[in-house]
């Protein structure tokens, strides 16, 4: 199975998100905001990562000389001898194809929710299970906090770095918090909204 990309523009987004990250490091040297610092920290590993992803996809490409491919057939008379090679090649090619989703992949920084719906329990950033509120004695409308964007005005020069960010290259960066209030919630199910 093939997996369609372009080597280019991944190598062109390399150049762009290095070019970023000096950016977030240097806008976060500067940053007088003690509250920032930790967001600009969690932009510059999200970079970091990214960064490595393409690093890992150019190694499994250059080790098999392109894309691995795991081509043999039972009736081939040498494939006793292919199939420790191809055992190597399926796991190459199993990464590959998860690096290669996971560089076009969004990433959501900030807080994280975790749901229990059995249980009409949720935790917030990997803390304790909360008791969701339920609007009714029966517990049939169980009201769960959601996540969503956070605006201009919560993360200061940040927005516009993340906007410039994701008009600039594949990679995506979104950063959300809690919203507990029912009029600025925004459906999990729907797809967030972008920076762009």
């Known amino acids: 199975m093939q997996f369609k990309y372009d080597t280019e523009e991944l190598t062109a987004e390399y150049v762009n998100l290095s070019g970023f990250k000096l950016?977030?490091?240097?806008?976060?040297?500067?940053?007088?905001?003690?509250?920032?610092?930790?967001?600009?920290?969690?932009?510059?590993?999200?970079i970091s990562a990214k960064l490595h992803t393409i690093r890992a996809i150019r190694e499994i490409e250059r080790k098999y000389g392109g894309l691995p491919e795991v081509i043999f057939s039972d009736d081939d008379p040498d494939y006793d001898?292919?199939?420790?090679?191809?055992?190597?090649?399926?796991?190459?090619?199993?990464?590959?194809?998860?690096?290669?989703?996971?560089?076009?992949?969004?990433?959501?920084?900030?807080?994280?929710?975790?749901?229990?719906?059995?249980t009409g329990?949720?935790?917030?950033?990997?803390?304790?299970?909360?008791?969701?509120?339920?609007?009714?004695?029966?517990?049939?409308?169980?009201?769960?906090?959601?996540?969503?964007?956070?605006?201009?005005?919560?993360?200061?020069?940040?927005y516009n770095l993340i906007r410039?960010?994701?008009?600039?290259?594949?990679?995506c960066i979104g950063i959300q918090t809690i919203a507990y209030d029912k009029e600025s919630e925004l459906e999990l199910t729907a797809p967030m909204p972008s920076f762009r």
């Open 121 to 158: 329990e949720y935790k917030v950033n990997g803390g304790e299970w909360c008791c969701a509120y339920s609007g009714d004695l029966d517990g049939g409308s169980t009201e769960y906090p959601t996540l969503r964007d956070m605006t201009e005005s919560e993360i200061g020069p940040l």
């Open 81 to 118: 001898s292919k199939v420790e090679d191809s055992i190597d090649q399926a796991i190459a090619l199993d990464e590959h194809r998860h690096h290669v989703e996971w560089v076009y992949k969004e990433m959501q920084l900030g807080d994280t929710i975790d749901y229990d719906y059995d």
């Open 164 to 171: 410039e960010i994701n008009a600039g290259s594949i990679a």
């Open 23 to 46: 950016r977030v490091i240097a806008e976060r040297i500067l940053c007088d905001d003690p509250r920032l610092i930790p967001m600009y920290n969690d932009i510059e590993h999200a």
